[in-house]
């Protein structure tokens, strides 16, 4: 066991000692006081809370009827919605706006609220993060045991008062999990945003572009600032798993 604490020591360091030194040396803070970082974090947490409130909306329903229901085809449908997670970032966003350009009624509807908008934001991190709140909901409802929802039906509750009163309260800390990882791993996209929105800015995109026209020292204390928002962001989620 002696061995795999070595293992775990370098693990531990392999991931800890870039983000220790980056947050013991910020490099120049003056750089986060320009209105057009406040503007990035602006844009970048409503967009994420956006996304995750309509990821919880859809997936409540439906990881409950994954984790209860036998139909056709099950395993494709779970298979497809996975995929995003397996995706890489700059083709999620090519498919996305091939889909909102390939057809006249959605290049009308949706093109001009998507490209280069604020949507266009919500809809990569809903695309990106959905997954995540789908698994973490259906792990919840996989986990309650099946004869509480029996009893409660067989005492004359219906099936959607039992699912209100019974099993969506036992969810709680899957919701909390779930909500935190899609809201995480949205604020964290970037190649499909490049492609679908470069405007209004998110802060990995205003990074990417302070790195590639200014250098690492203009960069640097807004990644630091987003580490920082990831930390808060997994400490949460550590109360709740």
Do not use: Q
């Amino acid at each position: 066991m002696k061995l795999f604490y070595t293992f775990l020591i370098i693990t531990f360091l392999f991931i800890f000692l870039p983000i220790f030194y980056s947050l013991i040396n910020p490099g120049n803070l003056s750089y986060l006081f320009d209105p057009e970082v406040f503007s990035a974090f602006k844009t970048t947490i409503l967009a994420g809370v956006l996304a995750t409130l309509i990821a919880l909306i859809l997936s409540i329903p439906t990881s409950y009827i994954l984790a209860r229901e036998e139909f056709k085809f099950k395993n494709f449908v779970e298979s497809i919605l996975d995929l995003p997670m397996a995706i890489p970032h700059t083709v999620i966003g090519v498919i996305l706006l091939s889909f909102i350009y390939g057809f006249d009624i959605t290049k009308e509807l949706l093109g001009k609220y998507i490209v280069d908008n604020f949507y266009g934001i919500v809809l990569v991190y809903l695309f990106v993060g959905l997954p995540f709140m789908l698994n973490s909901l259906k792990d919840g409802f996989l986990a309650i045991d099946e004869e509480l929802e029996y009893v409660s039906r067989t005492l004359g509750a219906s099936r959607i008062e039992t699912f209100l009163r019974v099993s969506l309260p036992l969810v709680k800390n899957n919701i909390i999990t779930g909500s935190i990882l899609c809201f995480a791993r949205g604020i964290s996209e970037v190649g499909a945003i490049l492609i679908i929105a470069y405007y209004p800015k998110t802060v990995p995109v205003l990074i990417l572009e302070r790195f590639n026209n200014f250098g690492l020292e203009a960069s640097k204390p807004i990644a630091v600032a987003m580490i920082i928002l990831s930390l808060i962001i997994f400490a949460i989620l550590r109360r709740y798993k």
